[in-house]
């Protein structure tokens, strides 16, 4: 497979083959003959759409390259229907990471160019920006000089109107103007359609920006150094140290320049508040890309970017693959956030494949975030990364004083302890907000009956079902099943009772025991609704509410300047995980959720409840920090052969009967150890580990396994998977079979 750009094509002399890429679950291109007539039009340049038959289907492909030859006999070629752009979809930059990412996580690579468009573009819609607007002409001008007459006084009307300065952007003609009448005024030759220019940078509104610390100072210096060239740069900051305000500072130099910058966000529950100050920072030409637009919004933000009128490009994971011509900067806010790995279908990392669309574009890349992931912290220590430092809150705001609450010592009302009791009422009654954090979702995550000790499970998986006592039904967090919530025991008749908390039942306590303190509650379930977020984070900024109850989603960064208090409920859920990753989020999520407190002038206090309040981990949080932990962590990855100082490959397959996926993950071992890979792990040796089940082996009536692939060499692991993935699609119980190979996986599960 390509890496490169492609080579130039062959002369209009050859017999010219189109190999395109087809939206479909195959890893390879499909030839196609020219479409006809021709003419004397050169040959498609790589890049473009072309739509073709496929089957009984047509289908819009992407056109990859221009061969003169085809394996295919000429006479079997099918001829392509229509090609659909003049210029490449993609800039070359990133046509070739594309061609890359297929090869390097050996997905099919029309599904990888699917994935980079919008779905309007996916099925045909033009490319580029329609838009234009009517302008007079010449005699139209000289029309108007005239004498009035009486016969279409309504035409000279218009007339004047779109002649009026500054009129021609307009999209729409007022009343009782009509679009028959534009078309009359056309047909005369007094006016002509124009395409709408790119619009060019505005002048910055008139905001208040605030001074930069000498640690912001020096990390905007180093980066501004390095524009027009490839650098990596961890800008390291605890949370509230101003690392937007270095962004932003950044981003106003590439566009005073007239470059593009990407900037990337983990989820859409940031997207909105970084939108509005890069908004109030730039003004116009900023477009957002994320699954939550609508069909005609995103492609209209995918056509500003690829156009050059957007300057600025905020988006999630996908919009690493948005085309922009004048790409001079990227960022990726959260680098360390886990929602940056696609884990369905083409399962890519944005944030490594934004690092080396930053290395192949020649300019620098800004990966921030309070708590660095460890690949990124041991690439800083090799000095891959420009290691940047905030190490102070901006403004008043300190770090916040954390505190261990040993669950052991003290009694607890529904999971809260009297000590964080006693300490919500005093922040509460100092004028403080209090944020509570538990990461999970619902009212209770078991329902037990104690009479036989049955358990509420879900028919679907190996899982329990969660109760969410407002909905007043039974749900299961895996597959989505859900019932209603029986009465009593199904086994015995005895009374059922909710064992645990989530988020539903803390809410119930609180509003029980502080009834005079408005609380609102942040989780997927009040998100999902249409505006559910916005309206939770605008209750919280009013000061409207003084409680915040909620899950991981608290996490992202959101600025709350009167939250004084924040509690962790169950800090104790990842410390004792199979999964080698497990410790790094809890780390991650406890230092993150607290960086919530005390970012304005109020102290900020953090409260963790345990049952482990001397375990290692918890305690090189309180007295070390990150950077503690973080040293630690990686001493113990590299001890055991973990990433970053180990490759891995995942080979997940899922089947509704057992001895069908252990039939198959077992005959695509047999075939690693055809093509030299052993037991044992060496420099440049390969290990396949398994067949072991999944963490839920069961879900959604599937059964799940998977095939561990290991080695210290990343080159020696990629020569491995291209040749043994075209062995595994050949085996007889291939087609029959839920299959996928995860690259760098974050979870081995």
């Known amino acids: 497979m ?20 087809l939206d479909a679950p195959l890893r390879r291109v499909f030839d196609y003959r020219l479409p006809e007539p021709r003419d004397a039009a050169p040959p498609p340049r790589p890049g473009v759409r072309i739509e073709v038959p496929f089957g009984r289907q047509r289908l819009i492909g992407i056109l990859i390259a221009v061969a003169s030859a085809s394996e295919v006999p000429q006479s079997k070629l099918r001829q392509a229907l229509a090609i659909l752009d003049t210029e490449p979809v993609f800039d070359a930059v990133t046509f070739g990471l594309l061609l890359w990412a297929a090869d390097y996580y050996h997905h099919p690579i029309g599904e990888v160019f699917a994935a980079a468009l919008p779905a309007s573009l996916r099925a045909g819609h033009a490319a580029q920006p329609t838009k234009s607007f009517w302008a007079p002409t010449v005699s139209g001008r000289a029309e108007l000089e005239r004498p009035a007459s009486r016969r279409g006084p309504q035409l000279r009307a218009l007339l004047a109107w779109l002649s009026e300065p500054g009129r021609q952007p307009q999209a729409r003609i007022p009343k009782p103007f009509t679009p028959a009448q534009l078309r009359t005024l056309a047909a005369r030759g007094w006016i002509e359609a124009l395409p709408v220019e790119p619009a060019s940078p505005d002048a910055a509104p ?36 101003g690392k937007t305000e270095v962004y932003l500072r950044i981003i106003a130099k590439v566009v005073a320049l007239g470059g593009q910058a990407l900037v990337l966000v983990p989820e859409i529950a940031l997207t909105p508040q970084l939108v509005a100050r890069f908004e109030e920072r730039f003004g116009v030409g900023v477009a957002v890309l994320h699954s939550g637009l609508a069909g005609i919004e995103r492609r209209d933000a995918w056509r500003a970017a690829h156009s050059g009128a957007a300057h600025i490009v905020i988006g999630t994971r996908s919009a690493v693959f948005t085309s922009l011509p004048r790409l001079a900067l990227i960022i990726v806010d959260e680098e360390h956030d886990a929602s940056y790995k ?46 940047l430092l905030l190490p102070q809150r901006a403004g008043a705001g300190q770090v916040p004083r954390m505190t261990l609450i040993d669950l052991k010592k003290h009694a607890c009302e529904q999971g809260l302890s009297q000590p964080v009791l006693l300490s919500i009422g005093q922040h509460l009654a100092s004028g403080g907000q209090v944020i509570v954090f538990l990461n999970r979702r619902g009212y209770a995550p078991t329902l037990f009956c104690h009479q036989c000790g049955w358990v509420a499970a879900c028919a679907h998986c190996d899982a329990r079902m969660t109760l969410h006592q407002r909905a007043a039904e039974l749900r299961c967090h895996h597959c989505g099943a859900r019932s209603e919530v029986p009465q009593a025991c199904a086994h015995c008749a005895a009374p059922l009772s909710p064992v645990g908390q989530g988020t539903e039942r803390v809410e119930e306590t609180l509003m029980r025991l502080f009834p005079e303190a408005p609380l609102v509650r942040l989780d997927r379930d009040t998100a999902a609704a249409r505006g559910g977020l916005d309206a ?50 809890l780390a991650q999520t406890i230092i993150q959720v607290s960086g919530r407190a005390g970012r304005a002038s109020r102290p900020g206090e953090v409260m963790i409840q345990t049952e482990f309040p001397d375990h290692p981990l918890l305690q090189r949080l309180i007295h070390a920090g990150y950077d503690g932990f973080a040293a630690s962590a990686l ?50 040796g390969i290990r396949v580990l398994g067949p072991a089940s999944a963490l839920i082996a069961r879900r959604a009536d599937h059964y799940r396994a998977h095939l561990l692939i290991e080695s210290k060499d990343r080159g020696a692991l990629q020569r491995f998977l291209a040749r043994w993935v075209p062995e595994i699609e050949s085996l007889e119980l291939a087609t029959s079979m839920r299959w996928s190979l995860d690259v760098d996986p974050l979870e081995v599960d």
């Open 342 to 387: 696609q884990h369905e279908g083409f399962r890519y990392s944005a944030r490594d494949l934004a690092v080396l669309r930053a290395q192949r574009a020649g300019v620098p890349i800004v990966l921030g975030s309070a708590t660095p992931s460890l690949e990124s912290m041991e690439n800083a220590a090799q000095q891959r990364y420009t290691m």
């Open 2 to 21: 390509l890496v490169d750009p492609p080579a130039p094509v062959p002369g209009n002399g050859a017999a010219l083959i189109l190999q395109v890429a």
């Open 206 to 241: 008139a905001v208040a920006i605030l001074d930069l610390s000498a640690a912001q100072t020096e990390a905007l210096g180093q980066v501004s150094a390095t524009l027009g060239r490839f650098q990596a740069h961890l800008l390291y900051g605890v949370t509230g140290s």
């Open 635 to 684: 001493q113990e990855r590299r001890e055991a052969s973990w990433p970053p100082y180990m490759r891995l490959a995942l080979l997940r397959a899922e089947a509704r009967e057992p001895p069908r996926l252990d039939e198959f993950l077992r005959a695509a071992s047999a075939r690693a150890a055809t093509l030299g890979a052993s037991g044992m792990v060496t420099d440049n």
């Open 536 to 585: 939770v984070l605008a209750q919280v900024h009013s000061g409207a509410a003084r409680f915040l109850v909620g899950t991981q989603m608290l996490t992202k960064g959101h600025h709350f300047p009167d939250v004084s208090l924040v509690v962790i409920l169950d800090a104790d859920q990842g410390l004792f995980a199979t999964d080698y990753r497990a410790t790094e989020r």
